[in-house]
């Protein structure tokens, strides 16, 4: 049973940061991909950023410059540390997983089988 928890969200003024975490589990894939997306209310959910088991990271436009992703293969935990936030980035953030190399469709939540259940962040103007 696979297992995603997300952690570290919380509230922060403009221009702030925040480091969210992603502990994965119950999974025994040699190659993997894991991704962040974000939802906010009365919106549809977007790609933040991807990043494969031994591979590079790949970025939404929105994150570029800001955001910076990252996977501790040992501890299977995938990380995205947000600075310089804006009002715009407030939504829940979620992670996801699937098996195999990060396919050049990574943006689409529909290629990610395995989420977790968000968290959220909220960023003050």
């Known amino acids: 049973q696979v297992q995603l928890a997300e952690s570290g969200g919380g509230s922060v003024q403009s221009g702030g940061s925040l480091r969210l975490s992603c502990a994965a589990s119950?999974?025994?894939?040699?190659?993997?991909?894991m991704a962040w997306f974000r939802q906010a209310p009365g919106k549809e959910r977007e790609v933040v950023a991807a990043?494969?088991?031994?591979?590079?990271?790949g970025y939404a436009e929105h994150a570029k410059g800001r955001f910076t992703i990252s996977l501790d293969n040992a501890k299977r935990t995938l990380y995205l540390q947000m600075d310089s936030l804006k009002p715009d980035d407030t939504a829940i953030y979620s992670c996801?997983?699937?098996?195999?190399?990060?396919?050049?469709?990574?943006?689409?939540?529909?290629?990610?089988?395995?989420w977790g259940q968000g968290t959220q962040v909220t960023v003050s103007p």
């Open positions: 996801a997983l699937r098996n195999g190399y990060c396919p050049g469709s990574w943006s689409f939540p529909k290629v990610f089988p395995h």
């Open positions: 119950g999974f025994t894939y040699n190659t993997y991909c």
């Open positions: 990043i494969g088991s031994n591979g590079s990271p």
